[in-house]
């Protein structure tokens, strides 16, 4: 009986030295990870970027005004429309690549519910 308790107690122990040392193994592979996604990064025209950016912008200005004076359809058509131009676009096809080398080692976020059966007025921070 004083051999199981030991053999317990020992094993209770390894158990807790050995969790912060996987945590440990957790940021160090995190971290690699991040330098491969900077590294990946840098070679992206930050200009175009920039350009993309301000597009969005005003496209996301746009689709909200339309949601908010009923025009759902058209609201939907333009970020159909817009959507498929991103997914033509290859300096985002590059983004996109990069931040393919960090999803497995960052903390899963709401960003990632599947909104594709929604219509576009009804997703977003407000909801337009």
Same mark, same amino acid.
């Given at each position: 009986?004083?051999?199981?308790?030991?053999?317990?107690?020992?094993?209770?122990?390894?158990?807790?030295?050995?969790?912060?040392?996987?945590?440990? !193994?957790?940021?160090?592979?995190?971290?690699?990870?991040?330098?491969?996604?900077?590294?990946?990064?840098?070679?992206?025209?930050?200009?175009?970027?920039? %350009?993309?950016?301000?597009?969005?912008?005003?496209?996301?200005?746009? !689709?909200?005004?339309?949601? %908010?004076?009923?025009?759902? %359809?058209?609201?939907?058509?333009?970020?159909?429309?817009?959507?498929?131009?991103?997914?033509?676009?290859?300096?985002?096809?590059? !983004?996109?690549?990069?931040?393919?080398?960090?999803?497995?080692?960052?903390?899963?976020?709401?960003?990632?519910?599947?909104?594709?059966?929604?219509?576009?007025?009804?997703?977003?921070?407000?909801?337009?």
């Amino acid at each position: 009986m004083k051999n199981l308790v030991m053999i317990v107690g020992l094993m209770a122990s390894t158990a807790t030295f050995a969790q912060p040392y996987q945590a440990e !193994v957790d940021m160090e592979k995190m971290m690699a990870q991040m330098k491969k996604y900077q590294t990946c990064i840098k070679g992206v025209d930050q200009s175009k970027l920039e %350009a993309f950016e301000r597009r969005a912008n005003q496209h996301e200005a746009k !689709v909200t005004s339309l949601c %908010a004076s009923g025009k759902r %359809a058209q609201a939907e058509a333009m970020a159909t429309s817009f959507y498929e131009e991103i997914e033509r676009d290859p300096t985002l096809k590059v !983004v996109l690549k990069c931040g393919e080398l960090i999803t497995n080692v960052m903390p899963s976020t709401d960003l990632e519910k599947d909104e594709s059966n929604q219509h576009v007025c009804d997703i977003g921070p407000e909801a337009h």
